[in-house]
């Protein structure tokens, strides 16, 4: 079955040709063609996603972007439907329901954070093909991205159950809301992630050479020993699964605050900084991975969504499934299927429906910006 998949949920326009088959319970897919337009340099200036803007740029882009597919053939056309921003959503909506009544075929509602999920669980089977399999019940997902922070327990294929989510911020929106006091560009993420390394790097260096106790908030530049601000892991000794974000960005910025502002601080400064908020941040997904795991005796674990391309809070999770839940199976993503994207709708609505149960719909379909994984 070929599936034509359109994801615009955000600020990421992405058209994907995805052909997958069911043999048993193993799932094969195979990318036969994917485009993607990001449009970050365009919200940069306001230092995150400004979704009227989001809504033009994917008008303009999809039309250009399916001048690569319109002469192929496709069983059924995908498109996220939420969550997300309501304006860029509406925009793939109608764009899906165009091509589908064009070329006669069925058209599949899909969840952008199932897309997550199923793709996250896929692994890699030769050049742009994937394989889902041997996934062990009951799998738990954490989802962390610009938009969402949450626990996803799946005890049946395709029935969810969220054990925790945000109570306000998303742990991606905490990155980029800090990066903009730090005056880094948007997306901010990255930008805190590699003056974190930066820090973690010369801080290494400095105990080397004697320079520096092995301490995580301090290190040595410019032949100073530097002091980073202490920021708290908010909510990481409550009994829940549960985070919150919010405190941590205005402690942030009262730290900032109290020593001046951002101009006040040398580039070394502002990576230590960094390098706080990603241990901070950090710390709060390891302990409440811990916690998840030992309340829900999932068999495999999963991260997935934008935030799960860090690499220091992908090593961290990692080591901590190895060394206390070493009979978790634990599925890192590819780098690249991390964001947004169309290959993951294309893969969850191919699960869906080569399992029977992804019904087609008509006219009226809708966004839904807060849908959730467990409706």
Same mark, same amino acid.
């Given at each position: 079955?070929?599936?034509l998949?359109?994801?615009?949920?955000?600020d990421e326009?992405?058209i !994907?040709l =995805?052909?997958g088959?069911k043999?048993g319970?193993t799932f094969i897919?195979e990318t036969?063609?994917a485009?993607?337009l990001?449009?970050?340099?365009l $919200?940069?200036?306001?230092g995150?996603?400004?979704?009227?803007?989001?809504k033009?740029e $994917?008008e303009?882009n999809l039309? %250009?972007?399916y001048?690569?597919?319109?002469d192929?053939?496709f069983?059924?056309?995908?498109?996220?439907?939420g969550?997300g921003?309501?304006?860029?959503l509406?925009?793939g909506?109608?764009? !899906?329901?165009?091509i589908a009544?064009?070329?006669k075929v069925?058209?599949?509602?899909?969840? $952008?954070?199932?897309g997550?999920?199923?793709s996250s669980?896929?692994q890699?089977?030769?050049e742009r093909?994937?394989i889902?399999q041997? =996934?062990?019940m009951s799998?738990?997902?954490?989802?962390?991205?610009?938009? $969402?922070?949450?626990?996803?327990?799946m005890?049946?294929?395709?029935?969810?159950?969220?054990i925790?989510k945000?109570?306000d911020?998303? =742990?991606g929106?905490?990155?980029?809301?800090?990066?903009?006091?730090?005056?880094l560009p948007?997306?901010?993420?990255?930008?805190i992630?590699?003056?974190?390394?930066?820090?973690?790097?010369?801080?290494?260096?400095g105990?080397?050479n004697?320079l520096v106790?092995a301490?995580?908030?301090?290190?040595?530049?410019?032949?100073q020993?530097?002091?980073a601000p202490?920021l708290p892991?908010p909510?990481?000794?409550s009994?829940?699964c549960?985070?919150?974000?919010?405190?941590?960005?205005?402690?942030?910025?009262?730290?900032l605050?109290d020593r001046g502002?951002?101009?006040t601080?040398?580039?070394?400064e =502002?990576a230590?900084f960094?390098?706080?908020?990603e241990d901070a941040?950090a710390?709060v997904?390891?302990?409440k991975t811990? @916690? %998840?795991?030992?309340?829900?005796? *999932?068999?495999t674990f999963?991260i997935?969504g934008?935030? *799960?391309a860090?690499?220091?809070?992908?090593? @961290?999770?990692e *080591?901590?499934v190895?060394?206390?839940?070493p009979d978790?199976?634990?599925r890192?993503?590819?780098l690249?299927?991390t964001?947004d994207?169309a290959?993951?709708i %294309?893969?969850?609505?191919?699960?869906? *429906?080569?399992?029977?149960?992804?019904? !087609?719909?008509g006219?009226?379909l809708r %966004?839904v910006?807060?849908?959730?994984?467990?409706s």
């Open positions: 079955m070929k599936i998949a359109i994801e615009t949920s955000c326009t992405g !994907a =995805v052909e088959r043999e319970s897919f036969k063609k485009a993607l990001s449009q970050a340099l $919200h940069s200036p306001y995150g996603v400004y979704p009227n803007l989001a033009r $994917h303009k039309p %250009a972007l001048e690569q597919f319109k192929e053939e069983d059924a056309v995908a498109v996220t439907h969550p921003l309501e304006p860029a509406w925009t909506i109608e764009f !899906a329901k165009k009544a064009e070329k069925p058209l599949l509602p899909t969840n $952008h954070m199932e997550h999920f199923i669980l896929a890699p089977n030769g093909s994937n889902l041997n =996934v062990r799998a738990l997902a954490l989802l962390i991205s610009g938009g $969402h922070t949450e626990f996803v327990l005890r049946e294929w395709l029935q969810y159950e969220i925790g945000t109570l911020d998303a =742990v929106e905490a990155f980029d809301k800090v990066a903009r006091m730090l005056g948007y997306p901010g993420g990255p930008e992630s590699k003056l974190a390394q930066q820090h973690r790097s010369r801080q290494e260096v105990q080397k004697g106790e301490e995580p908030t301090r290190g040595p530049f410019s032949g020993i530097l002091a202490k892991r909510m990481i000794n009994n829940t549960d985070f919150s974000f919010s405190g941590l960005k205005t402690a942030a910025l009262y730290a605050r502002g951002i101009q601080l040398s580039p070394d =502002v230590a960094a390098a706080e908020l941040i710390e997904l390891v302990s811990r @916690k %998840a795991l030992w309340d829900t005796g *999932a068999k999963v997935g934008g935030v *799960a860090n690499r220091y809070i992908r090593e @961290k999770v *080591a901590l190895l060394e206390e839940f978790v199976d634990l890192l993503p590819e690249s299927i964001g994207n290959i993951m %294309a893969q969850a609505a191919l699960v869906r *429906a080569l399992s029977g149960k992804n019904d !087609a719909v006219s009226d %966004a910006g807060n849908l959730s994984i467990a």
